[in-house]
């Protein structure tokens, strides 16, 4: 079996100060679906719906949770409601690049991943569009590697930091979890999989949490530090 590493997208493989764009995606998608809903009503629907799909046990797909949650309140349509949504994760979501900060080392990290003969796969929370996943993975300049997965709403049926969501990959991909790494810069989020077998890498640029979960990462450094340690085989 193929062994495999997992990367985080946000923050990890693409810096960024996750509050700022965060507020900032807040205040494009409201104003951009201005012509479906207000957005003093889009903003509230928007934050529960999205937190309903953190919560998701699994019972359908994150975007199954969020649309069930979002529409009927609104009196939105599906028919309405998606092609808006689409229009907007293909204008106007990629102008929110500028709250990012693209690193040169990310691509070669992918890059010696797969030159050790690694299988990689995106593992971004699935709270975001495929489009949108995809628009962030141009942004680190990591789109059109070959990955082996890529995690959305539309097929994830868990978020992190929910233990299930590295099962739910991993039965997909047929793991074995001892023989993975998780890489990330949350150290709940992300490390989370090492409760699962998981090996661990903590990123620490832009980290998230400062070390203070009760999961402490196998590993712990700079992006650039794993690309050495990947380079000698994560031995």
């Not at 199954?64 to 609104?74: I, K, R, T």
Request: net charge negative.
């Amino acid at each position: 079996m193929k062994k495999t590493i997992l990367f985080d997208l946000d923050g990890t493989l693409l810096p960024l100060e996750m509050e700022k764009f965060f507020e900032a995606y807040i205040y494009s998608i409201s104003s951009f679906c201005s012509k479906l809903i207000n957005p003093k009503l889009f903003v509230p629907h928007l934050l529960e719906s999205t937190e309903k799909m953190v919560r998701n046990n699994g019972r359908m797909t994150n975007e199954e949770v969020f649309m069930e949650s979002f529409l009927p309140p609104l009196d939105l349509k599906k028919e309405d409601a998606y092609p808006v949504f689409e229009e907007y994760y293909l204008t106007e979501f990629r102008k929110l690049k500028g709250y990012t900060e693209p690193s040169s080392v990310v691509p070669q990290v992918v890059e010696a991943a797969l030159e050790q003969g690694y299988q990689i796969v995106l593992a971004t929370n699935p709270l975001f569009p495929r489009l949108a996943v995809e628009e962030r993975m141009r942004w680190a300049g990591v789109l059109d590697y070959p990955w082996s997965y890529i995690t959305s709403y539309e097929t994830s049926c868990f978020c992190k930091p929910n233990p299930q969501y590295f099962e739910e990959i991993s039965t997909l991909l047929k793991l074995k979890p001892e023989e993975c790494w998780m890489v990330g810069n949350d150290s709940q989020e992300d490390m989370v999989a090492g409760e699962l077998g998981f090996r661990t890498y903590l990123v620490t640029d832009n980290l998230i949490g400062k070390g203070n979960s009760y999961i402490k990462p196998d590993k712990t450094g700079a992006l650039s530090e794993f690309l050495l340690f990947l380079q000698n085989d994560l031995k």
